[in-house]
């Protein structure tokens, strides 16, 4: 079956492929997010989020649009950890109590629609910003004891799939349909990545600098940062998107990345880096 996800070309595919996995023991309502712009136990906004569901309309609405789910126990337990938890260890996680008063209502909510059996499973993310986590809950009328049973049998290989299927989402351009720039701003941001100032990008593409400094304002805006150098590390993955390809950085590059990197205002690594690192 890991084959068969490996051969997929597209997020659909493969999201159809998990759901189907999935449904053959009983997990039928999964939820996946990914998002490159966590920093710390922030997420970031819900515009740079990933996020494929199979649960019914009504609570995703209730859990996820609302933003309950940001305070939900297993999500809170993902920041810090890597690799599959059943549901049933939630009594032994350690929380404060302020923790556990923000993460009552998200409860609520998984209790009023039933989901209450399942197990959470927390990705390994290699570049800075990058975080995803998948939630993956039984079919109704299923107890967390049958749940847990499967997971002695199978839990394993559930959580190898799981990694698999993370990694091939990471091999697919990252979808930010909410945000996108325009063609010029874009290329504006591609010349500012690469050392570029304002008035060599006007003579470039034969604008005049105003222009150009009024596009980098419009870019921000959308992009919803405070400064030029914000905008490129966040439109950095809006041009590779549109591009339809993804760099993939080795952890070595990575390395070389922050002990070469200007300080920068924000802790995703620096997209005029990136890109001299991958010419």
Request: proline share 3%.
């Amino acid at each position: 079956m890991i084959r068969e996800l490996l051969e997929l070309n597209d997020v659909i595919s493969a999201w159809e492929h998990c759901k189907s996995v999935m449904r053959k023991l009983n997990f039928d309502r999964l939820l996946y997010g990914r998002t490159h712009f966590a920093s710390g136990d922030y997420l970031g906004d819900e515009q740079d989020f990933m996020i494929l569901s199979s649960h019914v309309p009504e609570y995703f609405e209730e859990y996820v649009k609302s933003g309950e789910f940001r305070n939900s126990a297993f999500l809170l337990w993902s920041l810090d950890n890597i690799g599959l938890v059943s549901w049933s260890e939630l009594p032994r996680l350690d929380f404060s109590e302020r923790q556990v008063q923000q993460m009552m209502p998200s409860l609520e909510v998984n209790k009023k629609h039933g989901v209450t059996a399942g197990f959470t499973v927390s990705f390994s993310n290699h570049l800075p910003g990058q975080k995803s986590a998948a939630s993956v809950c039984a079919a109704p009328g299923m107890t967390q004891v049958e749940v847990d049973s499967i997971l002695s049998d199978v839990g394993r290989d559930l959580e190898i799939y799981w990694g698999v299927f993370d990694l091939k989402m990471h091999s697919f351009p990252f979808p930010m349909t909410e945000r996108n720039l325009k063609p010029r701003q874009r290329e504006e941001l591609h010349w500012y990545a690469r050392g570029k100032t304002v008035e060599a990008i006007g003579i470039i593409i034969n604008l005049k600098a105003t222009t150009v400094e009024k596009h980098f304002r419009v870019a921000r805006e959308t992009l919803d940062v405070a400064t030029a150098d914000q905008a490129v590390t966040s439109g950095f993955v809006l041009i590779i998107c549109t591009l339809g390809s993804i760099v993939r950085l080795q952890s070595s590059l990575v390395d070389d990345v922050y002990k070469h990197r200007r300080k920068a205002p924000i802790s995703f690594f620096s997209a005029k880096d990136a890109l001299r690192l991958v010419q």
